[in-house]
């Protein structure tokens, strides 16, 4: 999700801020098209006006104490925890808004697909391994050692 989001904002204008864990996602994430990456729970420079969380309940703070007054946060992913906090006193006192996202509609995904085919945006890819080799592409995803999508062939 990450990859995409890095792609899709910076192809459309977008300034895209990420975080993340080590040196080398920063990197991968910098390569891709973020215009700046921090380490996981760094104080950003200024507050923003948007937030995609796709981790949960390890960054949802971070989330919602990264937006500006009247700032969005869109929730589609929970890898760490359905059950964050809710931080409701920021969330009425800042006016933020929550919103749960998942598929979309056949207008929105051919929206997107003209976008990718206006700009050039493709998948990242990660690594293509042989059906026979499944074990070994789960095994990546679960030592969080991707960076993009992992592709099985037969």
């Known amino acids: 999700?990450?990859?995409?989001?890095?792609?899709l904002g910076s192809?459309?204008?977008?300034?895209?801020?990420?975080?993340?864990r080590s040196?080398?996602?920063?990197?991968?994430?910098?390569?891709?098209?973020?215009?700046?990456?921090?380490?996981?729970?760094?104080r950003l420079p200024e507050r923003v006006d948007g937030v995609m969380e796709t981790v949960g309940e390890a960054t949802w703070s971070?989330?919602?104490t990264s937006l500006r007054p009247g700032g969005v946060v869109v929730t589609c992913g929970a890898t760490t925890g359905f059950n964050p906090g809710a931080e409701l006193n920021r969330v009425f006192f800042t006016q933020?808004?929550?919103?749960?996202?998942?598929?979309?509609?056949?207008?929105?995904?051919?929206d997107l697909i003209q976008m990718c085919l206006v700009t050039g945006v493709r998948p990242q890819i990660?690594?293509?391994?042989?059906?026979?080799?499944?074990r070994e592409g789960f095994q990546r995803?679960?030592?969080d050692r991707t960076a993009g999508k992992i592709v099985f062939t037969l």
């Open 1 to 7: 999700m990450a990859t995409a989001l890095i792609r």
């Open 11 to 20: 192809a459309a204008g977008y300034r895209v801020w990420v975080t993340g």
């Open 23 to 42: 040196e080398d996602e920063r990197a991968a994430a910098l390569a891709l098209g973020a215009d700046h990456a921090f380490e996981s729970g760094a």
């Open 62 to 64: 971070h989330s919602i």
């Open 96 to 110: 933020l808004s929550v919103i749960g996202s998942t598929m979309r509609t056949r207008e929105e995904l051919d």
């Open 126 to 134: 990660d690594v293509q391994l042989p059906l026979a080799q499944a």
């Open 141 to 143: 995803m679960l030592e």
